[in-house]
């Protein structure tokens, strides 16, 4: 259930859930969470978190419990917390099988053992944030690839250095590099028109790219076997695998 990462819950908090009434148990952390919200307990809540914490990138995630602690009143504002205090643990959250517990439509998560593992919620601080660095980051890559809506993810493979952008209405592109240049340098590559592919309900998904006869496919591996790395680039030509590296997740 810790394994669950941020943009799993994402998917599934904007679509139409059927949560489980809550059992009697997990009401009970449910409702010492809300009483310490209420009572802005942050070292209490910080003790209740899963960490890291994931925020919407390109906002650092949370590491710890100190990093929390200074970063709450950034995370929960008085919307949030009127949310979480307003409500009650036998009507507002449900268990939504195995993706964990969430209240209302899902902007706060809590696994079955009474950890917090995503805020899907956005304060007006956190989305100022995300603006400055999305701005920032504009300013810091290449001329060619500095027009995007979003950061998706930067990966990297023992060869190649990757970079994913959302460039708005189910567009994304792909640029990569070999893996010791900077983003700063002009892209080996460049593709745009990528789309992303959700597989199954288990939050793993793809995005793919097509450059003629060939295909660049970057998994994101959420729940797999036992020793699946993080991510994996494939790329086939005329439909027969020329490579696959694994790839580690520089941001996400």
């Known amino acids: 259930m810790k394994k669950l990462i941020y943009i799993t819950l994402v998917i599934f908090s904007v679509t139409n859930l ?26 209490a809540i910080a003790n209740m978190i899963s960490y890291p914490l994931k925020r919407e990138n390109p ?7 100190t990093e929390f602690v200074k970063r709450y009143s950034e995370i929960f504002d008085a919307v949030l917390k009127e949310e979480i205090t307003s409500s009650k643990p036998d009507k507002d959250w449900s268990e939504v099988g195995w993706r964990g517990i969430m209240l209302n439509k899902g902007n706060v998560w809590f696994d079955s053992n009474g950890k917090l593992i995503a805020i899907n919620y956005h304060s007006k601080f956190e989305e100022d944030l995300k603006t400055k660095l999305v701005s920032s980051q ?86 797999g076997e036992k020793g699946s790395p993080p991510a994996r680039l494939i790329i086939t030509q005329n439909g027969k695998e020329i490579l696959s590296q694994n790839t580690k997740i520089v941001s996400l």
């Open 18 to 43: 059927s949560g489980q009434e809550l059992k009697k148990e997990y009401q009970k952390f449910i409702q010492t969470f809300i009483n310490n919200v209420k009572g802005d307990k942050k070292e």
């Open 59 to 65: 906002i650092p995630v949370i590491k710890n419990k």
């Open 138 to 223: 504009k300013q810091n890559v290449h001329s060619s690839i500095a027009k995007f809506k979003s950061p998706v993810c930067v990966l990297e493979t023992s060869k190649f250095k990757i970079r994913i952008d959302d460039l708005g209405n189910d567009n994304y592109r792909y640029a990569s590099w070999s893996v010791k240049q900077k983003m700063s340098e002009k892209p080996d590559l460049i593709i745009q028109n990528g789309k992303l592919i959700a597989d199954g309900t288990g939050g793993n998904h793809s995005y793919e790219f097509k450059k003629g006869n060939y295909i660049y496919t970057c998994d994101i591996i959420v729940l």
